[in-house]
């Protein structure tokens, strides 16, 4: 059998680290908040190389409070990929402001020339996701965003590590967010989040809002919420992100090896990698038109698949509402065929082999 993702298998290769981790944690009770969360903040700005970073209680609250800190315009558009989670927008509606879709290019990031078409006088924001582990091209959009006086949420939520141009996903935008939910390549033990920028009242702001508007206790500069980093889920990240790069290369050459085993067949559609991007491969995602029957026979084989995701934001439910014709987008007519593969630091050459051997004996029929 091939897991879609072993969490087990990354666990048990790291065990004492988390034990002793979580012990300090344990013995220090320092539970929500803390000394060990404010450690992973640094860790994880120096990491990314970022001025500063704010753990929140998961990758949904951060974009909410990134959207709140930005004070944008009431009711004003932020423009979200039609391909993604639905975290990315809803985090706009609730906000308080309205979702705009936009298309995606061939790499399932968001393409810059619909980015431009979508842009109104009500436009006061863009949300680029770096989907599936690749970063978007930052450099265009954020010509885009000068040009029309446009703010820059990144949404990092599935690109821990990724590269644009050498410098890491999250430190091109105004603000950037990231979840560590933990199948996500740094992945917590439970819900965690964070927002990170170099902008310095921003991070004030945001500090503010995910503490009950408060810096000092009891004195409440505004009305904010709670939402903050456990210190357990700190500990946690603070051991993983050791390990991150080391994940990310296997996933890589996982990645690498499935394109150059199938890269002769017409079907499935593999994905491509953008130039001068370090793609982390957070999914590994695959077009067919069977896809259906295809994910059958993997699961026959005893390989395990997933699909990322199923029905476009635009065609949701929650979204019958919103009037704008989307019927034309490559991420509402591509729904149906999306197919996620194994991906992640638990796979051999053995388990790639075993994918790759039951797409070809489909292929073959």
Known sequence: MVK??????????IKGEITNGINSVINDTAFAGGKYAKEFEEAYAAYIDVKHCIGVGNGTDALEIALEALNLPKGSEVIVPANSFIASSEAVTRAGLKVRFCDHNEYYTMDT????????????????????????????????????????????????????????????????????????????????????????????????IANHGSKVKYHHEIEGRN??????????????????????????????????????YELPVLPLIMPNTYHVFHLFVVRHPQRDLLMEHLKISGIETGIHYPVSLPKLKAYEYIEQDTSYMKAVRYDSELLSLPMGDHLTNSDCDLVIDSIREFLDK
């Open 4 to 13: 879609f993702l072993d969490l087990k298998k990354q666990y048990l290769s």
């Open 113 to 208: 020339d619909d980015l431009e078409n979508q842009i109104n006088d009500n436009t006061s924001a863009i949300m680029p996701v770096h989907l599936y582990g690749q970063p978007c091209s930052m450099v265009k959009i954020l010509q885009i965003a000068k040009k029309h006086n446009l703010k820059v949420i990144e949404d990092c939520a599935q690109a821990h590590g990724a590269e644009y141009l050498g410098a890491k996903a999250g430190t091109l935008g105004d603000i950037a967010c990231f979840s560590f939910y933990p199948g996500k390549n740094l992945g917590a033990y439970g819900d965690a989040g964070a927002i990170v920028t170099n902008d310095d009242e921003l991070a004030e702001r945001c500090r503010l």
């Open 227 to 264: 939402s903050r980093l456990d210190g357990i889920n700190a500990a946690v990240l603070l051991v993983k992100l050791f390990h991150l790069d080391k994940w990310n290369r296997i996933r890589h050459e996982a990645a690498n090896y499935y394109i150059n085993s199938l890269r002769d």
